[in-house]
């Protein structure tokens, strides 16, 4: 494919040149000037300098992933090395594709998954290098056989990746092939690694399935890669596939090409291709080669600009993994900011306000304090007890104080002593008076007025008040006398300054001991009042520092990413080499456990377990004409007719001939979107009757039924949707985009509205097929709201449109085609289901009573898909009631087998689809590979030719699929019919018998009947049938019991599709949304699953019913023939149930939840590779057990109660049938007896039904 030459290379680091040697001559580019030459000489020099600076850095703050990486791309930059990836959607051919390109068959290849790690392939001397997630890598020496690199390769649970180098012809050695597992991989390693090894391409193919290019999987994962600036081609593969009568290429092309403008894929370029029919007129696959020839010529301009994005993309991840270093620290900050709830925006200016009003209540409290203790100051030092006019008393006392004051001569000692006491007394009274008016008042007040401000006053605290005084005793005045000082002038004065700084002094201190309680209280009640705003305070304060230090953490972050931003930018004119060549061995150097390839077991990958398949052999052998059986049905009766006491059973005669006559089989089709269920149902009716469905969500129902005497053939019923089920429907795709409607009238304006919001941004699976159908539903309402609730009656040129164009199928309920065919005229109705993968509510319950009363069901899957979830989820609900039918009646089929390249690839791929629908609980399928696409040919008489088969393979199914309609439901129709025949027989002849016995027989047999009828009546009646109830309900609790454990079970397979590195990514979207995302999609998973368990509980109870009745019912035979020896009852056969309505609504999230999730969440890298998603995991498993509980019990007691009625109703059937029986038997017995019997008539008939006998 490419020109090349034996070229000898080394690296010159220093330089960054890579120096090629070819015969002695030196390329340095004929189409470059010198100019150009020497420029990107500077550049490239530049580049290895900057690519050296950040592994520097990067090494030096210990990120040594990401010095790998940068390591990498400086190996990269030497070495000119282009890396071309191819990815991928699982089995859409990307081994197949590098094959190819090799010529060497070097790595596995098949229609199912297989390549499980990331493979780097190259040109050079033979070796392999094999990279384990854990323990020591493994280096093959040569010689290396393809077969255990292929098997290294399929080995994803233990190998991370794996390099191989082999002297390729068709690759040059300056190119480098990488192959990666699917991209829809939701194993976190394999997602991780895919992504790991993308950093090192420059050119991306992306490789997608004819079938699958607009997958949400797919388009994702392009976008993904055009968001990071990666050069990326797209290859729609399989073109082969492209039927053009089926759809123009034109306007596939435009589907896909409508798709990628939706979501903002603007590929380099896209192909059609074809490994398989390689002349095939669409296939692009030369022009694939051409291109990377092309790629391969201009490396040297691709080269460093996939270097530079590259080196960016690693500086972000180098990012992560500081934000993921400091995570501990960041998570108690953030742990602290989540612990406050309902926090305000502005946390800072919040935590102000309410520290000043803190401040201020407590400045108050404090101020009101000492204000108290200021006014009381103010009263005492204001209040001038001791005036001038008092002067005088108060020399008056001190004279008399005096030592020589005498009064009188005549009993001058008496005298003088009631003197002093006089002007003693007379001082006090004037002093005490002044001091209640100007101290003790004031002081009162004072502190009256306080506690009434505080609310602290009542009647008590009065009383308190009221007894705070000074008395101004005797003691206290003279007290202050000083002796000697005298008692006029300087002396008075000083005196009553003391005595009136003590009265005042006093005062102040019964103040302040009166008060000391009522300011702690003070306090007390400070405190309580911003007990709560302290708290808030502290909170806030925490909350405060905890943003201040993530904000600075990210400044540090921030500096330090602009530190490596800035190298890019700058130039830089030399570096010391000797450390980086340092760092380059360190990083790119492993060490291997070194093997040669002969000394490997010959077997490496797993071997796959024989499964001992059940051969089952069907009896074809048909043991009753079905013609002949109907005639001696209807014989019989007709014979029987006008007897006594048979015309319970002439009745049932003839409703098992009706039966027979006018027996229909319904065949419920399920599969996949593009399974090609269509294409399979035209092949079994022989010509192209259902066309297809570009939108599978909106389906309808479509039934091909045999043609009738109302409904000749061609006659199409279309049911269009009432308005109750359209607005449904429209409520439930409008709630995607958080809009509510009450009725249709609402819907139109609502519409537009969020047509004109959302057309234009990028919408997940889920709302882009809402969108979808809304869009549909506005083109149609014009034209079809007139035709709501009606049956249209259509012709089949018509009836295409109902199905194929959108805007009129998603106002179809359902469609029923009488059709004549081969398929039709036996009896046998197809019902197309709308597919596992449906939104639309109403279909999960259609399609479980499909599953529950089809008479067969076929499942198709195609050759090439793996089985999606909405598949899995599907089979694993047919896997729980498969054994719970009376018999097998499910078949699975591998369409489009033409696709195989070989007989023992066509045989892998059965055995691939058998080991999965094993592990959903089907055991021991039917499993037919068919090719619709050449049966169709076969019966239209078409020749086509194959590399292998010579037939499409559908005879085989037909052949089998005939079989069991004809020896198992046929057949078991005739064996119920035949059984009731003879019945009837015997009973005549039993009845003729008795006509013949003589007179005395007959009167004790007539007296020996009406006592046994009484007695067996009786019997029946007063049967009990409370354990019935008991019975019934224990079961259905046992039932669901079990329902709960199961679920828990699949609980980490349901996290781990909702959480999964496919969805959870730091780019730049909101990553709340994100989780919150993720955790309603697992809320619904887990209770879809809960609701599904539900309805496959309803057949395991319906049958415990059924068993507990026949039970019943052979119990009351056995006791009949103990008394009668010669009743024979019929079992009545338990009618279908009313079908019990399983609650699909799910609970709903709560905010705190929601919360609680997002607090178990820092950072991608953390969740996925630090297993820190386990905790999450366990985390939401014990919150929502409780939930699962709550449903569970509610769905029990709905149950048991539904149930319980189910039964009433047919214990009280069974016994009114049963009843019935007697009386008709002992009537006909009575009657033999009693009236005279013409005998020679009697044998006449008997010898005549007989014959209907086997």
């Given at each position: 494919?490419?020109?090349?030459t ?5 690296i010159?680091?220093?330089?960054g040149?890579?120096i090629h040697?070819t015969k ?8 470059n000037s ?6 990107q ?35 990269k ?11 991928g959607?699982?089995s859409?051919?990307k081994?197949s ?10 790595l ?7 390549s499980?790690n990331?493979v ?7 070796l392999?290098?094999?990279?384990f ?14 077969e ?6 399929k ?10 180098q082999?002297?390729?012809e ?19 390693a394999?997602?991780?690694s895919t ?30 890669l ?6 990326i ?7 082969d ?33 074809s490994?398989?029919?390689t002349?095939?007129p669409?296939?692009?696959?030369s ?5 990377l020839?092309i790629?391969?010529?201009?490396k ?9 994005r ?10 992560e ?9 960041m998570?108690?900050h953030?742990?602290?900011?989540h ?11 919040t ?19 000492e204000d108290?203790i200021?006014q009381t ?7 001038n007890?001791?005036p001038?006019e ?14 020589g004051?005498?009064?009188?001569l005549?009993?001058?000692g ?27 008042k004031?002081?009162h007040?004072h502190i009256i007025?306080f506690?009434k401000d505080?609310n ?10 009221q007894?705070l005084t000074v ?6 005045v ?20 003391d ?11 019964q ?5 000391e309680?009522?300011f ?6 400070m405190q309580?009042s ?5 708290v ?9 520092h ?5 904000t600075?953490l990210?400044?540090?972050?921030e500096?330090?990413?602009?530190e490596?931003n ?22 790119l ?20 377990e ?13 043991q ?7 005639k001696?049905?209807?014989e ?8 006594n006491?048979f015309?319970t059973?002439?009745d ?9 006559e006018?027996?229909t089989f319904t065949?419920?089709?399920f599969?996949?979107?593009?399974a090609?269920?269509?294409s399979?149902?035209?092949?079994l ?6 066309p ?13 039924s ?7 053939h061609?006659t199409?019923c ?8 359209l ?9 995607i ?20 919001k959302?057309?234009h ?17 506005l ?8 035709k709501?609730?009606?049956l ?19 106002f ?15 009896g ?17 319950d259609?399609?479980?009573?499909y599953?529950?009363?089809a008479?067969?069901?076929?499942f198709?899957?195609?050759?090439q898909h ?15 009631v ?6 097998d009646?499910m ?5 489009a ?13 059965c055995?691939?689809?058998e ?6 609980g089907?055991?021991h ?8 696409l ?14 292998f ?14 079989d069991?309609?004809?020896s ?6 005739l ?9 009837a027989?015997?009973?005549f ?7 013949k ?7 004790k047999?007539?007296l020996?009947?009406s006592?046994n009828k009484?007695k067996l ?5 007063g ?19 079990y ?5 828990l079970?699949?609980f ?12 959870i ?14 955790l ?9 699953n809960?609701?599904?368990e ?5 057949v ?6 059924r068993k507990?009745l ?14 009668e020896?010669q ?10 149930f ?7 609504s799910?609970?709903?999230i709560?905010t705190k939840?929601e919360?609680?999730t ?27 057990s ?9 769905s029990?007691q709905?149950l048991?109660?539904?149930?319980k ?5 047919s214990?009280?059937?069974v ?7 007697l009386?008709?038997y ?5 009657s ?8 020679p ?6 010898q ?7």
């Amino acid at each position: 494919m490419w020109e090349n030459t034996a070229t000898s290379s080394k690296i010159d680091l220093r330089s960054g040149e890579m120096i090629h040697t070819t015969k002695g001559t030196v390329e340095m580019g004929s189409n470059n000037s010198k100019q150009q030459i020497q420029q990107q000489v500077q550049e490239t020099s530049q580049l290895q300098i900057k690519l050296q600076l950040v592994l520097d850095k990067l090494h030096h703050r210990g990120d040594q992933k990401s010095a790998r990486k940068v390591a990498e791309l400086l190996h990269k930059h030497t070495t000119k090395e282009l890396s071309i990836a191819f990815c991928g959607h699982f089995s859409a051919g990307k081994s197949s594709f590098i094959n190819e390109i090799l010529e060497e068959a070097i790595l596995p290849a098949s229609p199912i998954p297989t390549s499980a790690n990331v493979v780097q392939i190259k040109n050079g001397e033979e070796l392999a290098h094999v990279h384990f997630f854990e323990g020591e890598s493994l280096e093959i020496l040569p010689p290396v056989s393809f077969e255990h690199v292929k098997a290294y390769c399929k080995n994803g649970d233990q190998v991370e990746a794996v390099e191989y180098q082999y002297p390729f012809e068709k690759l040059p050695s300056d190119m480098v092939i990488l192959d990666t597992p699917g991209v829809d991989s939701t194993d976190d390693a394999h997602r991780i690694s895919t992504e790991s090894a993308l950093h090192l391409a420059d050119v991306i193919f992306y490789v997608m399935d004819y079938n699958h290019v607009q997958s949400e999987v797919n388009l994702k994962f392009i976008k993904e890669l055009q968001d990071k600036e990666k050069k990326i081609y797209l290859i729609v593969n399989q073109i082969d596939k492209h039927r053009e009568e089926e759809i123009p290429f034109a306007t596939y092309n435009e589907r896909i090409m409508e798709s990628f403008g939706d979501w903002g894929i603007m590929p380099a370029s896209i192909y059609f291709t074809s490994l398989k029919e390689t002349s095939h007129p669409l296939n692009d696959l030369s022009i694939v080669k051409e291109t990377l020839q092309i790629l391969r010529q201009d490396k040297l301009d691709i080269l460093p600009k996939t270097i530079e994005r590259a080196l960016i993309q690693v500086m972000d991840e180098h990012k992560e993994w500081q934000l993921d270093q400091r995570a501990e620290e960041m998570e108690r900050h953030e742990h602290t900011i989540h612990s406050v709830e309902d926090l305000p925006k502005d946390v800072g200016e919040t935590l102000r306000v309410k520290k000043d009003k803190l401040t201020t209540i407590q400045t108050e409290t404090a101020e009101a304090k000492e204000d108290f203790i200021n006014q009381t100051k103010r009263i005492l030092e204001n209040a001038n007890i001791t005036p001038f006019e008092m002067r005088e008393l108060a020399e008056r006392y001190l004279e008399s104080q005096q030592k020589g004051f005498k009064v009188g001569l005549l009993f001058a000692g008496k005298k003088t002593q009631e003197e002093r006491e006089l002007r003693s007394a007379a001082f006090r009274s004037d002093l005490g008076e002044r001091v209640k008016t100007q101290v003790e008042k004031f002081i009162h007040e004072h502190i009256i007025t306080f506690l009434k401000d505080q609310n602290f006053y009542t009647p008590e605290t009065f009383d308190k008040v009221q007894e705070l005084t000074v008395p101004i005793s005797e003691e206290f005045v003279a007290s202050h006398v000083k002796p000697g000082a005298g008692h006029t002038g300087n002396a008075v004065l000083h005196y009553t300054k003391d005595l009136a700084h003590s009265i005042k002094l006093e005062y102040q201190k019964q103040v302040q001991r009166l008060m000391e309680d009522y300011f702690e209280r003070l306090q007390e009640q400070m405190q309580e009042s911003t007990k709560e705003l302290t708290v808030e305070v502290e909170k806030l304060e925490a909350v405060h520092h905890a943003q201040e230090a993530i904000t600075l953490l990210h400044m540090k972050l921030e500096q330090q990413y602009e530190e490596l931003n800035s190298i890019l930018v700058k130039t830089v004119e030399t570096l010391d080499q000797t450390e980086t060549e340092n760092l380059i061995t360190k990083y790119l150097n492993r060490s291997y456990k070194k093997v040669r390839g002969d000394e490997l077991p010959s077997s490496i990958s797993k071997q796959k377990e024989d499964v001992q398949k059940q051969e089952g052999t069907q009896d074809t052998f048909k043991q009753n004409d079905p013609a002949k059986l109907v005639k001696g049905l209807h014989e019989t009766a007709s014979s029987l007719k006008g007897i006594n006491g048979f015309q319970t059973i002439v009745d049932d005669l003839k409703k098992r001939a009706g039966k027979i006559e006018n027996q229909t089989f319904t065949v419920a089709l399920f599969g996949a979107f593009s399974a090609g269920k269509s294409s399979l149902a035209n092949a079994l009716f022989g010509e192209k009757v259902l066309p297809v469905s570009p939108n599978p969500t909106t389906a309808s129902i479509n039934k091909i039924s045999p043609v009738t005497k109302d409904h000749p053939h061609g006659t199409v019923c279309v049911q269009m949707k009432t308005t109750e089920q359209l607005v449904q429907d429209v409520k439930q795709a409008l709630q995607i985009f958080n809009m509510e409607i009450l009725g249709l009238e609402e819907a139109v304006p609502a519409i537009k509205s969020m047509i004109s919001k959302n057309e234009h941004l990028e919408l997940d699976a889920n709302k882009k097929t809402h969108f979808h159908f809304l869009k549909a539903f506005l083109t149609g309402w014009e034209e079809m709201k007139t035709k709501l609730g009606t049956l249209q009656q259509v012709t089949l040129d018509e009836f295409e449109g109902y199905v194929a164009q959108e805007e009129k199928s998603c106002f179809v309920e359902w469609i029923e085609v009488f059709y004549d065919c081969p398929f039709t005229r036996q009896g046998l109705t197809l019902v197309d289901t709308p597919g596992a993968d449906s939104i639309n509510a109403r279909h999960t319950d259609v399609s479980f009573d499909y599953i529950k009363n089809a008479d067969a069901i076929l499942f198709v899957t195609y050759y090439q898909h793996a089985f999606s979830k909405a598949d899995r989820e599907f089979l694993i609900q047919l896997g729980r009631v498969k054994d719970a039918f009376a018999m097998d009646k499910m078949f699975f089929l591998v369409n489009a087998a033409d696709l195989a390249n070989n007989e023992e690839e066509l045989e892998l791929v059965c055995d691939y689809v058998e080991d999965q629908l094993t592990a959903y609980g089907i055991r021991h399928p039917r499993l037919y590979p068919v090719s619709s696409l050449l049966a169709l040919k076969e019966k239209e008489n078409r020749p086509f030719e194959h590399p292998f088969l010579e037939c499409s393979l559908m005879n085989d199914f037909e052949h089998a699929f005939s079989d069991f309609i004809q020896s198992d439901l046929v057949e078991m129709s005739l064996h119920a019919a035949q059984t009731d025949l003879n019945r009837a027989v015997a009973l005549f002849e039993h009845f003729v018998q008795q006509a013949k016995l003589g007179s005395e027989e007959k009167e004790k047999l007539q007296l020996q009947y009406s006592t046994n009828k009484v007695k067996l009546a009786g019997y029946i009646e007063g049967y009990a049938t409370e354990s019935f109830y008991t019975l019934l309900e224990q079961e259905v609790n046992e039932l669901v019991y079990y329902i709960k454990q199961r679920t828990l079970l699949r609980f980490s397979d349901f996290f781990k599709e909702s959480f999964n590195p496919a969805v959870i990514r730091e780019d730049g979207r909101n990553m709340k949304e994100q989780l919150i995302r993720c955790l309603h999609e697992l809320v619904t998973d887990i209770f879809h699953n809960l609701s599904q368990e539900v309805r496959a509980t309803t057949v395991r109870t319906e049958n415990f019913i059924r068993k507990s009745l026949n039970s019943w019912q052979k119990e009351l035979e056995v006791e009949a023939h103990k008394v009668e020896s010669q009743l024979s009852l019929r079992i009545l056969e338990a009618e279908e149930f009313t079908p019990f309505k399983v609650e699909s609504s799910f609970p709903s999230i709560s905010t705190k939840l929601e919360k609680q999730t997002l607090g178990h969440y820092r950072n991608s890298k953390a969740f996925f590779e630090k297993n820190e998603k386990q905790k999450m995991a366990q985390f939401l498993e014990d919150q929502l057990s409780p939930l699962m509980d709550s449903y569970l019990k509610e769905s029990s007691q709905e149950l048991t109660h539904h149930y319980k009625v189910e039964l009433e109703n047919s214990l009280d059937e069974v016994k009114k049938y049963i009843l019935r029986q007697l009386e008709d038997y002992y009537e006909g017995m009575q009657s033999a007896l009693e009236q005279e019997q013409d005998i020679p008539q009697l044998e006449r008939v008997l010898q005549q039904i007989q014959q209907n006998k086997n």
